[in-house]
């Protein structure tokens, strides 16, 4: 089921919590709801759940208008933080309990409850209390719950947060799996940009309320629309250094510093001078010591060796950066390195705005 957002906004007493969404999620897609604690990602969820009534705007599921249909009449399912199971029910009461309350038959009930334990591998468990359960078994049951008449859209909060770690990588593939099993138009949310990158087929980033960007999760990390975006996504995060721009020989340089890039590609002339350079840790690449041009040069101040690569922090004139490298590069603490940046591998954003001035120009 197609999916659509038109100015969808919720007002809260004196917090305006979701600001004028424009949305579009295809038939199929797993769509990540990302940003920070208090963006309006939940807020966004509950209305599509039908718990809240939006503001204002319209809210689509394939042609129909459904601002005005009740959570029971959507065709949902949802799954929440905290999985909310039945305590004094089994995994298969737990289960069968959505078919139970629209009547459906004990015996049909019963078969497709334990379809769905098939589906999420908890089939051994049927007849175990949750309290008997990990807490990924739990969440395996709160999804064979969601799914279990068979909804249009799955609705999933924060389904991971309460796991370790590696439960938590764990489920979030078993969640792809699932979903793609099931062929279900889902919409996940999550605080974790990196949950969002690694299962979703789109993200749309918020911040207080309102769109950052909606794109592919790649395309979202190497085409960041603005400056919170690029932080937002990638850890360590991307460096973002000072620049000055000038217009006449369109090249960038460091402040107070002599180390200058010049760029590929004009910038619109109502931008400048003040601009911020954005280059991931990984799309440096060091050079040779006697390269003059467009080279940054920084001094070394703490070599970490992470097992896979090595992180450089070091300073270009006052400004803290990370730099990954490979694991065997003789770099030490102390070192003055020349750094390039891989092509069209650098972000330059306007200071005033934020936004990402490469892209606008393209
Ligand atoms: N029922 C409510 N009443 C008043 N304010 C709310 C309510 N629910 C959420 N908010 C506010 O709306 C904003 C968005 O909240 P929420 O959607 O829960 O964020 P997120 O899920 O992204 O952490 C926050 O400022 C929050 O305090
Ligand atoms: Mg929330």
């Known amino acids: 089921m197609k999916i659509e957002l038109k100015d969808l906004s919720m007002q809260f007493d004196d917090v305006l919590a979701v600001d004028r969404l424009n949305v579009t999620i295809r038939e199929g897609e797993l769509v990540s709801l990302l940003g920070p604690s208090g963006c309006g990602k939940s807020t ?23 601002n005005d249909v009740e959570p029971e009449n959507r065709e949902i399912g949802m799954v929440f933080q905290n999985y909310a199971l039945y305590p004094h029910m089994t995994v298969l009461k737990n289960i069968m309990f959505p078919l139970k309350m629209s009547k459906v038959p004990k015996q049909e009930a019963q078969e497709r409850a334990i379809k769905m334990a098939k589906l999420v591998h908890i089939e051994h468990l049927l007849d175990r209390k949750p309290g008997q359960l990990s807490g990924g078994q739990q969440q395996r049951v709160a999804i064979a719950r969601a799914l279990v008449k068979e909804p249009k859209l799955l609705l999933l909060d924060e389904p991971l947060s309460n796991l370790d770690a590696r439960l938590r990588l764990e489920m979030r593939e078993e969640i792809r799996r699932i979903q793609q099993e099931v062929g279900i138009t889902t919409i996940f949310v999550t605080h974790d940009q990196e949950e969002a990158m690694s299962i979703s087929d789109k993200v749309l980033l918020m911040k207080d309320g309102q769109y950052q960007q909606y794109s592919a999760p790649q395309h979202m990390y190497d085409k960041p629309s603005n400056m919170f975006v690029g932080t937002f996504m990638g850890s360590p995060p991307i460096n973002m250094i000072p620049v000055l721009y000038s217009q006449e020989s369109n090249s960038i340089q460091m402040n107070e510093t002599e180390s200058t890039l010049s760029l590929g590609q004009q910038i619109h002339s109502s931008y400048g001078p003040n601009m911020i350079l954005g280059i991931r840790p990984e799309d440096f690449v060091l ?18 060796r992470i097992g896979r690569d090595t992180m450089l922090n070091a300073t270009i004139g006052d400004k803290h950066i990370r730099v990954l490298i490979e694991p065997d590069v003789p770099v030490q603490q102390g070192d003055i390195v020349k750094l390039g940046v891989r092509p069209n591998r650098y972000h330059l954003f306007d200071k005033e705005t934020g936004r990402n001035v490469l892209l606008e120009n393209a």
Request: no cysteine.
């Open 44 to 66: 966004t969820l509950f209305m599509l759940a039908g718990l809240y009534k939006p503001s204002s705007g319209d809210l689509y599921f394939g042609e129909k208008r459904v």
């Open 287 to 304: 050079v040779e010591d006697n390269a003059t041009e467009d080279v940054l040069t920084a001094r070394v101040t703490v070599v970490e």
